[in-house]
Every structure is written in C-alpha cells, then in structure tokens.
C-alpha cells in the first residue's frame, strides 16, 4: 500500500477471499497498523488457508488514520483463485510378510495431505482380538515409522492385520505369525529375479552371449541357514538347456543374492529361467519358486 503523502501515515488493511462475494466471508482478515514513511509504500502478507474446494476472489479494503481510521482505497472483487483440496489419504505397510517369535514389528507409511498437529492411530489384531494400539506423528514430509510390538511364543499364530488411521483416512495390511518359521516359509518368494552380463549389469541377451542369473532372497529366520541357490532355464519345449548353483551361508534377517551362471551358447528364442533355494544338509525347498520368462534375440 503507498503513502503519497509528503508525511508518515499509519494504515491497515482489509483482505476478504469468497466464493460467492457474499457475507459471511470465507476467509476476512484486517492486519494490524503499520506506519508508512512519506512517498513510500509497504506490503501486507496474509495467510490463506482453506479446507474447501472452489474458485475463490479477493475484495481488498485500505485504511489510514485521520483522527480516526478512515477507508483510503477499495479494490473491487477479482483475481479468482481456483483450490483444490486433495482427499485424505494414508498408507501402512510391514517390513516383512511373515514374523516368528522374537522378532519385531515395524509398520511405516505415509499421510497426504499433512495436517500439522495430528497423529496416526495404529492398531494391531491379531486373528480373533486387538493386541496393540499406538500413536506415532508423521514427519515434515508426512511420512512415518513405529516400531510397535515384538513377538512371543504366547502369541496365537495365524493371519494379522494392521489398519493406519489418519484423521477421516484409513489404510490395512496383513501379514502372517508362526512361533518358529519352516519349510518355504524361511525365504518366501524371491525378492529379485533379472539376467545380467558379465559386468553384472541388467541385459536382454543376445544368441551365444554369456549371461547371469541374477536372484535375491532373503532370510526370514531368526538363524543363520546354509543354504543352496539353484536355476535351471528351460527352452520353449520345457527341456532344461543349463544348470546352476551356488552354496552359500545367510545370516538371520539379512538377504544374500547370487549370480549364477554364465549360462552361455543359447540360441535365439524364448526361454524361462527357475530359481529354487534348498537347505544345504537336507535339500529340503526354503522358499518358494521363483520364474522370469525372456527371450533371446539374434546377435
């Protein structure tokens, strides 16, 4: 606001945002006084902030003090603003999809749009009762991470459930307890499967060209496993054309990947690769299968 004056004016001003530019306002602030040098101006910043969606206009007033305080200027109802307001949402997920006793559940996720001063509500239910409730209150990103419960043998074993609350938002995900972890559930599914070359960068390989199979798993248990990584590719008739393996020792909760190959002198067509993860001593499956499906093109 100027001040054309030849001496110091003392003057405020009014700032009305409204959709319908009819009272009562959306939004009515007056700033405080300020005292503006001769021939010189000042500028008034306003916070607005709305929850409502629409196309809103701003009707400004200025005032100055003569005696008393008197409306100096008038802007008329313009510059529309058009405002979205995104809905709530949250998201929740778990570090893992199965636990054993002794391990500990993590539960992260993120709110949008952040609403400063409020928390996430989690709760955790077990298959037939909720056996935790916390709080956590999400970062200046809106993202958040709690550590909420370590499991026991006394625990029931089965499907659980997480659900993330956030102010009118929800979110759920499952994930599975067993008191000790056996058999295919030790490792689950692979995490990665990819071929690469011999740089061990990820390739679509050509006819005769060396390649790896590149497969990540990781140790769900709470020991260390000697394990066995296995591939075997098949040819579009299902006939096995290369073998692969690799021993290895993975410490508990940590992931080992493996390069297995190079596979080498296959000719150009479709092929899919397996990967199986076996225990060492007893060649009994950790985990699950995993399979990709590629083609070879011709050099």
Excluded: C
């Excluded at 530019?21 to 939004?27: M, R, S, T």
Aim: charged share 20%; proline share 6%; hydrophobic share 35%.
């Amino acid at each position: 606001m100027m001040n054309p004056e030849s001496e110091p004016k003392i003057v405020q001003v009014r700032l009305i945002m409204d959709r319908d530019k009819n009272p009562p306002y959306d939004y009515d602030v007056t700033s405080g006084r300020v005292n503006v040098p001769a021939s010189s101006t000042h500028s008034f910043e306003f916070l607005f902030v709305t929850s409502k969606a629409g196309t809103y206009y701003r009707y400004g007033v200025g005032y100055a003090l003569y005696n008393e305080i008197k409306v100096t200027d008038q802007w008329s109802w313009g510059d529309p603003l058009k405002v979205e307001v995104k809905p709530l949402s949250v998201s929740v997920k778990t570090d893992k999809s199965i636990y054993e006793a002794g391990d500990t559940l993590l539960v992260s996720g993120r709110v949008s749009p952040l609403k400063q001063g409020n928390h996430i509500s989690i709760q955790v239910l077990d298959p037939n009762n909720t056996i935790a409730v916390t709080q956590v209150s999400p970062d200046s990103y809106g993202k958040y991470i709690a550590s909420v419960l370590k499991f026991s043998e006394s625990m029931k074993e089965g499907k659980y459930s997480v659900i993330a609350r956030y102010l009118g938002a929800s979110a759920k995900t499952t994930f599975s307890f067993f008191h000790k972890l056996v058999g295919t559930m030790v490792f689950g599914k692979p995490e990665l499967i990819e071929l690469t070359d011999t740089n061990f960068e990820p390739i679509t390989p050509k006819e005769n060209d060396p390649f790896f199979v590149h497969v990540k798993y990781t140790n769900m248990a709470s020991a260390s496993k000697e394990v066995i990584v296995y591939t075997q590719i098949k040819d579009a008739k299902e006939v096995v054309v290369y073998l692969g393996a690799l021993k290895t020792s993975i410490a508990p909760k940590a992931s080992a990947e493996a390069f297995l190959g190079p596979a080498t002198g296959l000719l150009a067509g479709n092929y899919k690769a397996e990967t199986f993860i076996w225990d060492a001593d007893t060649l009994s499956p950790l985990g699950e299968k995993g399979e990709i499906l590629f083609t070879i093109t011709k050099s």
